[in-house]
């Protein structure tokens, strides 16, 4: 049995060591990268106790690694990252492009005796999966880590996954998948919907897929759902880039919260790999197109995307136009600002069905008169039980709209066919109440780094753009 009694314990056990790394200049970010690589190798190595075949080749287990101290620990602790980096199947996955962030001997020597102090391998999947989903949302809730940009909320995606109802029969994709939250709360919901071991195995080996172009959250994605014991053969979660990818795989339900903002330089143009799509440099605007392309007829989709894929012109309106005519955006959920690491972006969640146009669109209002901030006042579920309550999933056709004429600040609106053709975009607005700024002195602060930050960005950008041209 694992000598830790209990998950807050382990969570503890395991931030104590990043206060130490921290305090030795390893970020919390790199701590986790490095933790993840070594907590692998230790469980592969108790289940070749428990007499179940070893993933890792001869020469770069656990046992080549933990006796070893000084300078050649670190030494065999790269050759092992090297060597199971160019491995293929899980262990590839798990150790994409793998390299050391953690130098110092000794420092590599506390996380290998913290990780050895525990059994992992017998542990509930539950119970170890949801240690490490916490080290990774506290990852992603620091600022100075940047890692926010890869994390959802968890009430905002367990709200998601609630209304959207993805069946255990069903296939569930994530194309741009972060650290894979989305996926793991479909498969919560999924698993306990039968106890039939033909479709719990389908669950996990093959009814989840996730993305991501970046290599450290291909590593985390993999781990959280290896923990979970998911994909434990093969994991579902691809290195790649969803926006060029030509493939004709398509799936049941979509769900996502897609980078937002343009595509980074020497990035494959999009338009080059998918001629089929309307040119744009806009990532969401390419998420979407691309979620629209591999969602099946009949399929579901819920997605996260900012408020300029409602209301741009130009490009984004003509895939706007596309959206309604072939898909049936029947719900958007207004979102408030503060509740993800980029500060200030307006985002609504739009659902809707491949297969019939859009006629009548549900709008659910939780922004206006409403603030929330990741330190101190974060959301929660019961936060938006209100919409999860009026959106009568499995039964929208008994859907009631909370605004009237005696309601006007109801916060749930349909607005009828007529209406939305007559609109120029799909930014559905009606409450008139005050909006309060309850941020303290310190976020407000905050909040103009952040921003100053994201000016200095674009003007370096447009600057080397520009290639130093006399304007």
């Known amino acids: 049995m694992a000598n830790i009694k209990s998950e807050s314990a382990l969570v503890k056990k395991v931030n ?17 990268t490095q933790l993840t690589y070594i907590l692998f190798l230790k469980m592969d190595k108790e289940k070749e106790e428990y007499g179940l075949e ?34 293929e199947g899980l262990i ?12 110092r001997p000794v420092m590599l020597a506390k996380v290998i005796e913290m990780v050895a102090s525990e059994d992992w391998y017998i542990m509930e999947g539950d119970f170890k999966g949801a240690m490490y989903e916490s080290i990774l949302e506290k990852n992603g809730q620091d600022r100075k880590s940047g890692a926010g940009q890869y994390f959802t909320p968890r009430a905002l995606i367990q709200a998601i996954v609630e209304v959207v109802d993805p069946k255990i029969t069903e296939t569930v994709a994530d194309p741009a998948c972060g650290t894979g939250g989305f996926l793991l709360a479909a498969f919560d919901h999924m698993k306990a919907q039968s106890k039939d071991m033909e479709k719990q195995q389908f669950l996990k080996n093959n009814a989840l897929f996730g993305a991501d172009n970046t290599a450290l959250v291909v590593t985390l994605a993999s781990m959280n759902l290896y923990l979970h014991d998911i994909g434990v053969n093969k994991s579902p979660i691809a290195y790649k880039d969803s926006l060029i990818d030509t493939s004709d795989k398509m799936y049941d339900v979509i769900l996502a919260n897609p980078p937002f903002g343009t595509r980074p330089q020497g990035s494959v143009e999009v338009a080059a790999n998918r001629p089929e799509f309307v040119k744009t440099s806009d990532n969401q605007v390419n998420f979407l197109q691309h979620i629209m392309s591999i969602v099946k007829t009949g399929g579901r989709v819920g997605v996260v995307l900012p408020d300029s894929v409602l209301t741009d012109t130009g490009a984004t309106s003509h895939v706007r136009e596309k959206l309604l005519k072939d898909f049936n955006l029947h719900t958007i959920l207004r979102l408030p600002t503060g509740i993800f690491y980029a500060n200030g972006v307006k985002t609504n969640v739009l659902f809707f069905e ?14 206006t008169g409403i603030k929330h901030t990741m330190a101190t006042k974060p ?52 409450l008139d109440l005050e909006e309060k700024d309850e941020r303290t002195i310190q976020e407000v602060l905050d909040d103009m780094q952040a921003e100053s930050d994201g000016i200095a960005e674009a003007v370096a950008s447009l600057r080397e753009l520009l290639g130093g041209i006399e304007i």
């Not at 070893?68 to 160019?86: A, F, M, P, Q, R």
């Not at 996955?93 to 953690?102: E, G, L």
């Not at 009548?360 to 209002?365: K, P, T």
């Not at 309601?407 to 975009?425: A, I, L």
Request: hydrophobic share 30%; proline share 2%; glycine share 6%.
């Open 54 to 87: 070893s993933k890792v080749p001869e020469g770069y287990k656990w046992d080549d690694l933990v006796e070893l101290s000084g300078t050649d620990l670190v030494e065999k602790y790269e050759e092992i990252l090297k060597e199971l980096s160019n491995s």
């Open 92 to 103: 590839g996955t798990i150790f994409t492009r793998a390299t050391n962030k953690i130098d």
């Open 379 to 430: 959301m929660t579920r019961a936060h938006l039980q209100e919409f999860v309550d009026c959106y009568c999933s499995g039964h929208e056709q008994d859907r009631k709209a909370t605004f009237s004429e005696n309601e006007p600040n109801g916060r749930w609106r349909c607005f009828t066919e007529e209406e939305v053709k007559k609109s120029d975009n799909l930014d559905f607005k009606w």
């Open 354 to 367: 491949k297969g019939a146009s859009t006629k009548e669109i549900w709008v659910y209002d939780y922004r």
């Open 16 to 32: 104590d060591i990043a206060n130490v790394m921290a305090a030795a200049g390893v970020g919390y970010t790199d701590y986790i």
